[in-house]
């Protein structure tokens, strides 16, 4: 199974323009997830909603779990909904240029080797804002020396389910 996903990255990674077309929520991002995040980001987890969450943060991490991720609807909350961004700065490698070489919390998750998380991360961004581009980071409000989100930024991303 990891081989597998691993094999079709590595081969993904060499056919970028084919990839750019064909990263779907449905094909791709939802089975990523499942494998990597539902253990705290699910239903099955118990995991709430990103409504819910926000009511008792507190409450939540210390149960160790995050706001549902496993549908597209939910997903989205992280992407460009509610919390806007939240996926991508959790997610980023430390290579965005506000991340300043620093991994975000969840990039951890996203395998066991180096070469596992750059492979699936290289999924993940394709999905966001197609293959080979930076994805941002910004949020809806401003962040620390990070602006707001833009209308441009917004446009750019593709999420296709
Ligand atoms: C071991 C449990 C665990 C795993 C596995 C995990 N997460 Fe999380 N995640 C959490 C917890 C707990 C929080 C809330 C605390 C925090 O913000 O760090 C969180 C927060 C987040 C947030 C921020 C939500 C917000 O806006 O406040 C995102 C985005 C996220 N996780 C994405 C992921 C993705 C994608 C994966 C899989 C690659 C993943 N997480 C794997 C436990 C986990």
Redesign the pocket.
């Known amino acids: 199974m990891k081989l597998n996903l691993f094999a079709t990255v590595a081969c993904a990674a060499i056919a970028l323009p084919a990839m750019a077309a064909d990263v779907t929520y449905r094909n791709d991002v939802a089975p990523?997830?499942k494998k990597?995040?539902a253990?705290?980001?699910a239903a099955s987890a118990d995991a709430p909603s990103?409504a819910e969450?926000k009511l008792d943060?507190e409450k939540?991490?210390k149960a160790?779990?995050?706001?549902r991720?496993d549908t597209y609807e939910h997903l989205l909350q992280?992407v460009n909904g509610n919390?806007t961004g939240?996926?991508m700065?959790?997610?980023d490698d430390g290579t965005n240029p506000y991340a300043k070489g620093k991994p975000g919390?969840?990039y951890k998750?996203?395998g066991e080797t180096d070469a596992e998380r750059a492979a699936?991360l290289t999924v993940l961004k394709a999905w966001v804002v197609g293959a080979g581009n930076q994805w941002d980071m910004n949020g809806i409000g401003q962040r620390g020396d990070m602006p707001p989100i833009t209308l441009e930024q917004l446009r750019k991303m593709k999420v296709k389910y």
């Open positions: 990523l997830l990597y995040c253990e705290c980001h990103m969450f943060e939540y991490k160790k779990v995050g706001p991720s992280l919390s939240a996926f700065r959790r997610l919390n969840m998750y996203l699936n």
